[in-house]
């Protein structure tokens, strides 16, 4: 009787989850509908990420900053990527991570937005556009200026950095032990959307180099991440939200650099035009802090 009731209450359970991942999709009698919350389910959904507790600097026995490039080429990480388009034809709740953050910042919900991975230089929405769109004159429009005839927005081509153009995401965080806990443990700290410089578009003969447009500190992020889900392939009836995803580390991930007495170079600055070797290095590091933790329990 006692596990009767246990199965009838996890299906009543996952049948409320349900309902509100696919946001009345079953109860919508015109498309129109669809995604309508009512007011319960409004605030069913207002949770705010998991707060992640003080950390006193006296239980760190041991911590390194690394920083890790996320490839989306690779299926574990697709989740990050799609939907690249963003034409509501899929979802009205289905975006990617970099139109999750795009929304945000410009909606102001997000601020805290730097040029580099040491939030040293802080950048607002209007200093984004450079970085994102680039303009060149059309042959025709070099025509009509040479002329001295007015050139109008018709006359150039326009390169916008978008979803579809963002492969590859960088992020900064710190390994730490905290001894209260008597764990290893990880925080994030920063996230950056990887692309090519858009001004290099426009030459399709230019290299196109995967840099960091910028970066973000991602505590700011974080509430802005958790109101948006990840699609989730096992479940459709079971999104993750982006903060959740990020904070388990449910990705794959290569390290690039690791703070250093040199300058925090960077792996590829001290093992050159070896990507196998510095595959190899990644996972060395990824040892080090990895086995730290046995080690604490051996000695």
Not at 188 to 216: C, H, M, N, R, Y
Request: net charge negative; hydrophobic share 35%; charged share 25%.
């Amino acid at each position: 009787m006692k596990n009767t009731f246990s199965i009838v209450l996890s299906f009543l359970i996952l049948g409320l989850n349900a309902v509100c991942a696919q946001s009345n999709l079953l109860n919508a009698r015109v498309p129109q509908e669809v995604g309508q919350l009512n007011e319960q389910q409004i605030l069913a959904n207002e949770v705010a990420p998991i707060e992640y507790g003080y950390v006193d600097d006296r239980d760190i026995v041991w911590s390194k900053t690394v920083w890790e490039v996320i490839d989306l080429d690779e299926r574990i990480n697709f989740p990050y990527y799609y939907p690249t388009k963003n034409n509501g034809y899929l979802s009205r709740e289905r975006q990617s991570l970099f139109r999750v953050l795009m929304d945000n910042i410009e909606a102001g919900n997000i601020n805290e937005i730097y040029a580099t991975d040491y939030f040293n230089e802080k950048l607002t929405f209007e200093d984004l556009n450079p970085i994102l769109e680039y303009s060149i004159l059309t042959e025709d429009g070099r025509i009509k200026s040479n002329s001295g005839e007015e050139v109008t927005q018709n006359d150039y081509d326009t390169y916008i950095i978008d979803s579809f153009k963002v492969v590859q995401y960088f992020i900064k965080g710190t390994w730490y032990f905290d001894k209260r806990l008597g764990e290893l443990k990880y925080r994030l700290l920063g996230i950056a959307p990887g692309a090519p410089d858009v001004s290099t578009l426009a030459d399709s003969s230019a290299e196109k180099v995967i840099i960091p447009l910028f970066w973000i500190w991602f505590p700011d992020a974080r509430n802005s991440l958790n109101k948006n889900s990840v699609f989730n392939t096992r479940n459709s009836s079971q999104p993750i939200t982006f903060d959740k995803m990020l904070n388990s580390r449910r990705f794959n991930s290569v390290i690039y650099k690791e703070e250093n007495v040199y300058e925090d170079r960077e792996v590829k600055e001290y093992i050159y035009e070896d990507a196998l070797r510095q595959l190899l290095e990644s996972e060395r590091i990824k040892s080090v802090i990895r086995d730290f933790e046995q080690d604490m329990w051996s000695n």
